[in-house]
């Protein structure tokens, strides 16, 4: 078990520091496609690549949370991904970052094990506090990292600035091996065995199905837009610096806010009504992006509803997934990130294409239509009642039920 608060917090600030490298050099891939010469529809590639290797990652290595002591995996994954890190700084051309932001992506998915090992081994009365913990400093993450890795490559250069993550995440693995639990898991079968037994989930549960179509809907929208906005925001005529774009990243700060209420909201009401009604909030905020990108003010607005939205329903559809099956969450909770996460990397391969095609407003319009979508499907497939039986009422209930059996 967990030693102290501060193992929790420790694992939440490195699973905030490692999901950041999926989006941090955002905000420089025009300078990143100008220095290696290559179209910046090549380079809009590389946030793809690190989605991609995230769902590897979730699909792969988060299994091994139940295998492995905690302070050997992630010691182990943070120095897989300053590797990567370096790799990326290094690389002198398209196909070499490419494949390094396989490896970060990959290493990154870090920051999901860090839930899965806070909720395993903090006491029972302070699990869920634990989990969230660390669903707060990935969220911290996500939100911060295009601000730091823009005013990073303003001031080093996008190179530079992926060696400062690359040493953070070295620092990140000497605190990991040094504080983090040495206790190794004992699992009932092994980790093929494990692997196996995934996919027929999906098959086995419809709503584990409907979770997974409502959510990847929301997270091809977000991808779609953050990506093609930082691309945008790039071009004439606003022709901001990545540091600029990325403080943009700061009005996701609503998004991170509402995760505690967001929580309270879903256990008084049924979680397809919080989708629904965090939905609607995503779909404002990207009317307001449509019409509004050249207003700083609009879009500060529409991204802090947008972000809000997408951060709500997440919380909201994950509870909903851990509830089909609480005795196997962790690979219930795999499945579904898989193919969450195939859902964002086809939404972010798509934000190029899709500004060159359907420029800003018709991208907009097409991640207005998947999010109304997702609360349609969010609202229609859940059937739980507005509140739920605590067990304690459920337990008084049987003996009432029981006594007046007896009793006639």
């Known amino acids: 078990m967990t030693r102290s608060r501060g193992d929790t917090l420790l694992l939440a600030c490195i699973a905030g520091m490692a999901i950041a490298n999926n989006y941090a050099i955002q905000p420089a891939l025009?300078?990143?496609?100008?220095?290696?010469?290559?179209?910046?529809?090549v380079i809009g590639l590389v946030p793809t690549a690190a989605l991609a290797g995230c769902m590897t990652g979730f699909a792969l290595l988060l299994p091994l949370t139940d295998h492995l002591a905690p302070n050997r995996l992630v010691a182990g994954q943070l120095t897989l991904l300053a590797a990567a890190l370096i790799l990326a700084a290094t690389a002198p051309g398209a196909g070499v970052l490419l494949t390094a932001?396989?490896?970060?992506?990959?290493?990154?998915?870090?920051?999901?094990?860090?839930?899965?090992?806070?909720?395993?081994?903090?006491?029972?009365?302070?699990?869920?506090?634990?989990?969230?913990?660390?669903?707060?400093?990935?969220?911290a993450g996500i939100l911060l990292s295009r601000l730091a890795g823009g005013t990073l490559a303003d001031i080093l250069g996008w190179r530079q600035m992926l060696l400062v993550f690359a040493a953070l995440a070295l620092l990140g693995a000497i605190a990991a091996g040094t504080l983090l639990p040495r206790q190794r898991p004992h699992p009932r079968h092994g980790y093929l065995a494990t692997l196996r037994s995934l996919p027929p989930l999906l098959r086995r549960h419809p709503q584990l199905r409907r979770a997974v179509t409502?959510?990847?809907l929301w997270y091809f929208a977000f991808n779609l837009i953050w990506v093609t906005l930082t691309l945008r925001l790039a071009q004439p005529p606003y022709s901001l610096s990545p540091s600029a774009i990325g403080l943009y990243g700061l009005a996701g700060v609503l998004g991170f806010a509402v995760l505690p209420l967001t929580g309270r909201l879903t256990d008084r009401?049924?979680?397809?009504?919080?989708?629904?009604?965090?939905m609607l909030a995503a779909a404002a905020g990207t009317a307001l992006l449509g019409a509004g990108l050249g207003a700083p003010l609009l879009t500060t607005l529409g991204l802090a509803l947008?972000?809000?939205?997408?951060?709500?329903?997440?919380?909201?559809?994950?509870?909903?997934?851990?509830?089909?099956?609480?005795?196997?969450?962790?690979?219930?909770?795999?499945?579904?990130?898989?193919?969450?996460?195939?859902?964002?990397?086809?939404?972010?391969?798509?934000?190029?294409?899709?500004?060159?095609?359907?420029g800003w407003r018709g991208t907009t319009l097409t991640?207005?239509?998947?999010?109304?979508?997702?609360?349609?499907?969010?609202?229609t497939g859940t059937r739980q009642p507005r509140r739920v039986m605590t067990f304690s009422e459920g337990h008084h209930a049987s003996c009432s039920q029981k006594s007046q059996a007896e009793g006639s």
């Open 30 to 41: 025009t300078d990143v496609a100008a220095h290696l010469g290559v179209p910046i529809s």
């Open 306 to 358: 947008f972000d809000a939205g997408c951060f709500a329903a997440q919380a909201a559809n994950q509870s909903q997934v851990i509830a089909i099956d609480p005795e196997r969450s962790g690979s219930l909770s795999s499945v579904y990130l898989v193919l969450y996460f195939i859902a964002g990397a086809f939404g972010t391969a798509l934000a190029a294409p899709a500004l060159e095609t359907l």
């Open 214 to 216: 409502t959510g990847g």
């Open 269 to 278: 009401y049924a979680p397809g009504t919080v989708i629904t009604v965090a």
């Open 367 to 379: 991640a207005l239509a998947a999010l109304l979508l997702a609360g349609l499907l969010g609202r």
């Open 101 to 139: 932001y396989l490896l970060i992506g990959a290493a990154a998915s870090v920051a999901a094990q860090a839930g899965s090992i806070v909720g395993r081994h903090a006491p029972p009365a302070r699990r869920a506090t634990g989990v969230a913990t660390v669903a707060a400093g990935m969220s």
